[in-house]
């Protein structure tokens, strides 16, 4: 059974960088699409970015040039580099895989979620 376990969360000022892990078991994980995925309050939760096996990326449009999705095989993560933060990026941020497009990404399997909060 696939386990996504997010960190890296916290407080941070407009401007400021932060990077998210999600560590990945249960799974050989270069075989499949890793996502990133955001919830503010009060609203749905959104697609942020995608790694496809290939290594393609995609990204949503607020989101580019400032964030990075990558992975680390061999330690099974993969991370969100976020810079020059805005305070409209503040959500709880979940990483996902089992991948599904119907108009917009969605995924079988989420992590738990890390908060993150930027301070204008």
């Known amino acids: 059974q696939v386990q996504l376990v997010e960190s890296g969360g916290g407080l941070v000022q407009a401007g400021g960088s932060l990077r998210l892990s999600c560590a990945v078991s249960?799974?050989?994980?270069?075989?499949?699409?890793m996502a990133w995925f955001r919830q503010a309050p009060g609203t749905e939760r959104e697609f942020v970015a995608v790694?496809?096996?290939?290594?393609?990326?995609i990204y949503e449009d607020s989101v580019k040039g400032r964030f990075t999705i990558s992975t680390d095989t061999a330690k099974n993560t993969v991370y969100l580099q976020m810079n020059s933060l805005k305070p409209e990026d503040t959500a709880v941020y979940y990483c996902?895989?089992?991948?599904?497009?119907?108009?917009?990404?969605?995924?079988?399997?989420w992590g738990q979620g890390t908060q993150v909060t930027v301070s204008s």
């Open positions: 790694m496809h096996v290939s290594g393609m990326t």
């Open positions: 249960g799974r050989s994980f270069s075989r499949y699409a």
């Open positions: 996902a895989t089992d991948l599904y497009y119907n108009g917009t990404y969605s995924a079988e399997h």
